[in-house]
């Protein structure tokens, strides 16, 4: 079973506007990833959060990661046309031995002109 | 540097025939995974190798089988194609000490 899920299931903004998504799992994990694909394309990593962080940048994007609650959000500020992809949270599980990642179902973003 | 390649980029089968997708990295990485992708279902995995000539087994492996007998490539076969087995599939590698797995572009393929 997926140990992720995001929300919303889509996103619509305009361009300059910013795009929150979130992410609830399940079990006690060592990090939490973002990862964006295109349509039609790979996933690209974006950022990891490790389980003792509670925030963390790049560039324009954002990640909060609360424990506590096993949620995520990814925040990504000033958007643009190109943002648009979907969006899946991965979860390096503890009982994983660090080798895999459950992904979520994803946020797909549309971020208009 | 390629990176993570994936051959073939689609295929069409028939229900019962067999194929191999290929899945090659030129980045020295020890584990490697394989993934299927569905409508509104995410990722999720088939099975994965953390070396070579080591296999095990992922969220979905029954219908797939895998083999790593090189360290930078890894083979997904499909002995007996089902229609449920429509998917886009991507593989996917990364090293030991890093979290960050990189992608291939995937194969598109469909059972008829």
């Known amino acids: 079973s997926q140990q992720g899920e995001e929300d919303p299931q889509a996103l619509s903004i305009q361009e300059g506007e910013n795009a929150t998504m979130n992410c609830s799992y399940k079990?006690?994990?060592?990090?939490l990833q973002w990862y964006r694909q295109n349509s039609g394309r790979g996933l690209v990593h974006l950022i990891l959060?490790?389980?003792?962080?509670r925030e963390k940048h790049s560039g324009r994007l954002r990640v909060t990661l609360d424990t506590s609650k096993k949620s995520s959000s990814l925040l990504i500020t000033a958007s643009r046309a190109a943002d648009t992809a979907s969006y899946f949270c991965?979860?390096?599980?503890?009982?994983?031995?660090?080798?895999?990642?459950?992904f979520g179902k994803g946020t797909m973003l549309l971020v208009s002109p | 540097n390629a990176g993570v390649t994936q051959t073939p980029k689609f295929r069409v089968l028939k229900t019962g025939q067999s194929m191999t997708l290929l899945c090659a990295q030129d980045?020295?990485?020890?584990?490697m995974y394989w993934y299927r992708q569905d409508p509104g279902m995410g990722l999720r995995l088939i099975h994965y190798?953390?070396?070579?000539?080591?296999?095990a087994k992922g969220e979905v492996p029954d219908g797939y089988n895998v083999s790593r007998l090189k360290k930078q490539n890894f083979l997904l076969g499909l002995e007996s194609a089902a229609p449920s087995q429509t998917s886009v599939y991507f593989c996917?590698?990364?090293?030991?000490?890093?979290?960050?797995?990189?992608f291939g572009p995937g194969t598109r393929l469909l059972v008829l």
């Open positions: 996917a590698s990364r090293l030991p000490g890093e979290e960050t797995q990189y």
């Open positions: 079990t006690s994990i060592n990090n």
């Open positions: 959060i490790r389980s003792n962080e």
């Open positions: 991965a979860t390096a599980p503890l009982n994983s031995g660090y080798s895999t990642l459950t």
């Open positions: 980045m020295n990485h020890e584990y």
């Open positions: 190798s953390v070396g070579e000539g080591t296999t």
